[in-house]
Structures are given as structure tokens and as C-alpha cells.
């Protein structure tokens, strides 16, 4: 089976990726958080841009940048987020983004696959600044209004005011026609060390890990440090520290191959050297690819809870402390064209791997076939103004990208040799 080949411009690829990177440019990351200012301007920017490389754009009512493409047929949608983080590095979701416009460029200039129905997407808000993923829950239908409507950032700014002063309060929200899209493809960093630890260049997901979510309360007797003898001290830290400790050892004993989990948040009251603290919290997520491993732990986590309770004299209670996350297949159909792309442009360079991360793609699963492409991050750094990713890599990622974009458009429509 011969295969179709987009040469990208790999300058170009750059350059674009640069010029994303300028706005809200700080040391070596940036600063674009959804709707700021540099964030509007990023969009603006990119809508034209979409516009260059032949495609119909237009900005809806949450911010989202779409490029429709004039050609018919079922199309492919390609795209991440342009939003960052506070303190973000210049390519989470940016990389996805610009790969998505690189690859509408080189399609523009190829006679033999110009006609190729491809759109492609810069989503808002990613990163969880109102509403986690709301450009891909808008796209999709699942966004809740009820909390659209009362959304608030850490600072306290609503939502509905950060739209009004983007001038999006009056614009439509796009909706996507499910009977158009083949599937979404995403490209991103991995955020994380496995593709450098492993010495590969590609990873292609298998899946997007579920997270649960859940705080310890520890409930006991404040009471003065120096006259409470150890005995009668129903001390809430001590509790804590048990807690944490048991956890780490019985999930560490009930652990699969890639669960993680983290004792991010602690608090402490009064939080004072000579009193012995009488309420403690304790944040605990956990992820991992398979719901039963979740459930697996989150029975764990209960009866660790009791028998702290039991065992001190504490009172201690585990409370549901986010909405669960789901763990979300990726397509294999899709993704199958992603591995043949990367054996034939890094043979033996690739490996299937989960995302430890939430990425837009988990949100675009539930509404049609999904996949994603991660490239190494150097360090496995990322949520950084340090994450960086090598060069060579990102012209691979994008390369890598397009060949699958091509052959799986051009075989549904019969051009390539079975």
C-alpha cells in the first residue's frame, strides 16, 4: 500500500509556532490565560491566519477559532488549545494549534490533495480558568449553562464579564455538526518524561486517564501543647499523617503499572507551633486508564479513613472533593493511522502510552472518534515557563501528523492502493 506524503514546510512550522509564542511572550513561556487581552489578540491573529491558508474562519461565542474547509465530504478536525496556563510554557496546546495550521497550509499548496476536507480549531479555556475545556464542551453540546452563567476565576472575575469585555457576549456558539467530522486529531507535548526516559520521538495515546478527587477532614480537640499529655491529645495532624502515611503504603500495594496519585493539599488549624491542632484536610487525587483501579483505590482511601478514625481519636471523614473524570478511550480505527505515519517517518521510534493528563481530545471522544499524538518534552517539564521541546521533534510531531491526515482522508476516498 503505496502511502500519500504532505511534505510540511518545516521553517514555516517554526516561524508559526514563534509568532504564537509573541503574544504574551514572558522570559522564555507566556502568559496568556482565556480571555486576557494577549489571549483575544492570539485569536485574532489566528483567525487570520486560518483565513491565509484558505479555510472559512470565524471566533464563536466562547472564544474558540475555527477554520472550516470549502471542500466537501466528511471532514477531519484538527486542532488544541491556544489558551495557557497563568505561568504557562509556549507550547502546551499551542503546538497542537499550529501543527493544525501548518497542515491546512501544505494541503492549500498540494495539487494532489488541496481537496481534502480538513478544519481545524484553536479551543479556549483548556487550562481551567472559568470552565475546563469549555471550547471543546461548547463545540460538542455538553456545556452546562447553569454553570457557564455562574463560572468565576480564582480572582473572582465571572465568566459572563470576562465575555462581554472580549466583545463575544453577543457572537453565536458554535455547534458541531456530528454528521461532518470523521474524527479529532491532537497533537501536544507529553508533559511528562516517558518519551524522553524511553529514548522515542512519538507517542501515540491510547487512552486519557480518569482522576477521582477526594479530602480527608480530621476533626479533634485543640488544645494547648505544652499541658495536654500524649494520651488524652486527639491531635488532627497526627491523624493526618497517619492517613498519608497508610495510603502510600496500601496503594503502593494495590498499585497497576501507571497509577498515580498525589497528597497535594494540607491544612492545618490554628496552624501554630505550641497548639496541638484540632481540624486538618488533606487533598487526595488519584488517576489512572481503568475504572476499576479508581474504584479500586477509592475503596482503599474509605477504609484507610476508617481505620485512622478507629485507631485514633479523631473523628475523620472522606469527602468527594471534584467530579469524577472518566477514563477516555482514544480511537483505534484513528490512531491506527497515526502509528503507520510514525513507523514509516520514525521506524521504532514510537510507543502506545496513556495520557496522565486531561487534554481536549477526552472531551471530543464523547461526541466523535478521537486521537492524539504527544512528542517528548524536554526534562518533562511543562506548566513552565522552562517547557521546551527539541526542534528536530517538533517538525517530526508535525510530519508525522500530516502523512496520517492524508492517508486517511485519501483511502476513504479510494485514492490510495489497498
Known amino acids: 500500500r503505496r502511502s500519500g506524503m504532505l511534505r510540511i514546510n518545516a521553517e514555516r512550522l517554526i516561524r508559526g509556532l514563534l509568532d504564537l509564542r509573541a503574544f504574551g511572550s514572558q522570559s522564555s513561556g507566556v502568559v496568556r490565560p482565556a480571555f486576557s487581552q494577549a489571549d483575544m489578540q492570539a485569536r485574532y491573529w489566528l483567525r487570520e491566519q486560518f483565513e491565509q491558508a484558505g479555510l472559512i474562519s470565524r471566533i464563536d461565542g466562547v472564544g474558540n477559532v475555527l477554520g472550516f474547509s470549502p471542500h466537501p465530504g466528511k471532514a477531519l478536525l484538527i486542532g488544541s488549545h491556544a489558551d495557557s496556563q497563568p505561568t504557562g510554557g509556549w507550547l502546551d496546546g499551542a503546538m497542537g494549534v499550529i501543527y493544525a495550521l501548518e497542515i491546512a497550509r501544505s494541503l492549500a499548496e498540494s495539487d494532489s490533495y488541496r481537496h481534502l476536507p480538513v478544519d481545524i480549531v484553536a479551543l479556549q479555556d483548556e487550562e481551567s480558568r472559568f470552565v475546563g475545556c469549555l471550547g471543546a464542551k461548547s463545540l460538542t453540546g455538553v456545556l452546562d449553562d447553569h454553570i457557564a452563567q455562574l463560572a468565576t476565576d480564582k480572582d473572582g472575575i465571572r ?7 472580549a466583545g463575544l457576549s453577543e457572537v453565536p456558539r458554535e455547534r458541531l455538526d456530528h454528521k461532518r467530522y470523521i474524527g479529532f486529531l491532537e ?5 511528562g518524561p516517558t518519551l524522553e526516559v524511553n529514548s522515542k520521538r512519538i507517542g501515540i495515546v491510547t487512552e486519557i486517564v480518569g482522576v477521582r478527587g477526594f479530602r480527608a477532614v480530621f476533626r479533634g480537640q485543640q488544645n494547648h501543647a505544652g499541658t495536654t499529655m500524649m494520651a488524652l491529645r486527639r491531635d488532627a495532624s497526627t491523624a493526618l499523617y497517619a492517613f498519608a502515611n497508610r495510603i502510600n503504603q496500601v496503594f503502593a500495594a494495590h498499585t497497576a503499572e501507571r497509577s498515580v496519585w498525589t497528597m497535594g493539599r494540607a491544612k492545618l488549624v490554628p496552624n501554630a507551633t505550641s497548639i496541638i491542632p484540632g481540624y ?18 477509592t475503596a482503599l482511601a474509605y477504609e484507610t479513613a476508617e481505620e485512622i478514625a478507629k485507631s485514633s481519636l479523631v473523628g475523620v471523614e472522606l469527602i468527594e472533593a471534584r467530579s469524577p473524570v472518566a477514563p477516555s478511550k482514544m480511537s483505534e480505527s484513528l490512531y491506527a493511522y497515526l502509528e503507520r505515519s510514525a513507523q514509516q517517518h520514525a521506524p521504532n ?3 502506545h502510552m496513556p495520557s496522565g493528563a486531561f487534554h481536549d481530545a477526552g472531551v471530543m471522544a464523547d461526541f466523535m472518534p478521537s ?3 504527544f512528542i517528548p518534552s524536554i526534562g518533562g517539564i511543562s506548566h513552565d515557563f522552562a517547557e521546551d521541546s527539541h526542534r528536530d521533534d517538533l517538525i517530526l510531531g508535525c510530519q508525522v501528523m500530516a502523512t496520517a491526515v492524508v492517508d486517511l482522508l485519501a483511502s476513504r476516498e479510494g485514492m490510495l492502493e489497498s
Request: hydrophobic share 55%; net charge negative; charged share 30%.
Open 159 to 165: 465568566l459572563v464579564d470576562a465575555l462581554e469585555d
Open 187 to 191: 497533537a501536544h507535548i507529553e508533559q
Open 280 to 297: 486538618a484536610e488533606l487533598d487526595l487525587q488519584f488517576r489512572d486508564a481503568s475504572e476499576s483501579q479508581l474504584e479500586r483505590f
Open 349 to 351: 521510534a514510537w510507543i
Open 371 to 373: 486521537a492524539m499524538l
